[in-house]
């Protein structure tokens, strides 16, 4: 027995019927379609970004202060960036002062360093990071970049130091006026030296300095040459200086007789002399004699030799002091200065003429003068033989002199004074 079965397409059959229907499925088969095409795109698009920004290589037309790295492998530039560095620090640097005298130094010991900063963090960029930073890092990547330089001068300051200036320069002398042994007034002339110019230098290194790898072959072989930027360096005396003082000639002299003083007088005086000595006087100031015997204790000392004390002679430390006061006050009376303090002795002296002296006692009696000649006045003293003299030297019109006349006045009695002395007999006396 035979048994057939017939089937009918009822799908071809609804197909037919139901347009709807297939339409749907036309629309299941193209978004399909559009899914897959999407996929491949993204992933032919993931798949091109991963290579551009995984390259090793810097994007083209890239340079680095003249040198060109686009197209090389980053890991090659990053060594090669270093080594080029150093060669920068180490080109030689000859630093030329005075005549045919120069010093050779690198340029990282004149306190010149180079960095790229920038560079190197953009390499990072192209390198570290998501793959979309990377990305947009290299598109982004700028084509010229430049070199960071740094200057710190105090490395060269401690090369270039004071001590290594006095011993390539010298040191300035101070010009000088001396007083001959024939009372001449010589002067000589200062002596300059030379010191760094540290501004100068600075705006040198910055102007002499590369900043372009493509000067670095010929910089290695000849180096950079420098004249170091000198500036005068003055004393603190000029000669112009001390002429202005007018300290110009001997303008007067007087001396007093030592007679027959002793030694510890004569000592006196010579100490007293020498304090006084070279003492130099500014317009207007007050010559202050009681400074000067301060300064001959300490230096000098004094003796003991007769002084006046109420009117009598007694035997006292720094007896004759007081011939140097006077001999002074005869000096300055003679060129018109003005005395601002003086006191005769109680008793009269033999080296002067009554009215003339002018006595010191410590704490008590002082002789002050002041220097009213408008310019500055040096003061001489010395003992030669059995002399004091005193010597003024300034500017004192030629034509100009100042005489003294003592002249006597008044004669005051002695003044009879009495004192008990118990040794003598009732009613007696004595004369002392």
């Known amino acids: 027995m035979s048994v057939h079965i017939h089937i009918k397409s ?32 993204g992933s032919l698009i993931y798949g091109g970004l991963q290579l551009y920004g995984h390259k090793n290589t810097l994007p083209k ?9 686009g197209g090389l492998n980053i890991s090659e530039v990053r060594s090669e960036l270093e080594k080029k560095l150093q060669a920068l620090e180490s080109i030689p640097l000859v630093l030329k002062f005075k005549e045919n005298s120069e010093l ?27 793959l979309w930073d990377r990305v947009k890092a290299r598109y982004n990547f700028p084509q010229n970049w430049s070199l960071e330089a740094h200057l710190e001068i105090a490395q060269l300051q401690t090369i270039l130091s004071p001590a290594w200036e006095r011993e390539s320069f010298g040191d300035p002398v ?7 042994g024939d009372d001449r007034v010589v002067y000589t002339s200062e002596k300059t030296s030379l010191e760094v110019d540290w501004t100068g230098m600075v705006t040198s290194l910055w102007a002499a300095a590369p900043t372009r790898f493509s000067r670095l072959l010929s910089l290695q072989e000849k180096g950079i040459t420098l004249e170091v930027p000198l500036t005068i360096l003055q004393p603190d005396i000029t000669l112009n200086a001390l002429k202005e003082q007018g300290i110009e000639r001997k303008i007067m002299q007087f001396s007093t ?67 140097v006061s006077s001999t002074l006050y005869n000096a300055a009376l003679r060129t018109g200065l003005e005395i601002v303090e003086r ?61 003294v006349h003592s002249q006597i006045v008044e004669v005051l009695p002695p003044v009879d004074k009495y004192v008990n002395d118990p040794s003598l007999p009732r009613g007696g006396s004595r004369v002392i």
Request: net charge positive; with cysteine.
């Open 257 to 323: 007789s030592l007679g027959a003083s002793g030694p510890g007088r004569i000592y006196n005086v010579e100490s007293a002399a020498k304090a006084v000595n070279g003492t130099v006087l500014p317009p207007g100031a007050v010559f202050d004699y009681g400074k000067a015997i301060e300064k001959a204790k300490i230096e000098y000392g004094f003796r003991e030799a007769p002084v006046i004390v109420n009117g009598k002679l007694q035997a006292g430390v720094g007896g004759g002091i007081c011939q």
């Open 343 to 403: 006191r005769n002795h109680s008793l009269p002296v033999n080296y002067l003429p009554k009215g003339q002296d002018a006595t010191f006692a410590e704490g008590y009696i002082n002789f002050r003068f002041r220097n009213t000649t408008g310019k500055y006045l040096v003061i001489k003293a010395a003992v030669q033989g059995r002399s004091l003299t005193i010597k003024l030297f300034g500017t004192f019109p030629q034509n100009v002199t100042y005489k």
């Open 104 to 130: 050779t130094l690198k340029l990282k010991q004149a306190g010149m360093t180079y960095e790229a900063t920038d560079f190197e963090q953009g390499l990072q960029d192209l390198t570290e990071g998501r």
């Open 174 to 180: 101070d010009a000088t006026r001396r007083i001959t």
């Open 61 to 69: 037309g890239t340079t680095l202060a003249g040198w060109e790295v």
């Open 10 to 41: 009822t799908y071809g059959a609804a197909s037919r019927g139901h347009p709807g229907r297939r339409l749907f499925m036309k629309k299941i088969h193209l978004t399909l379609i559009i899914v897959i095409a999407l996929i491949l795109i």
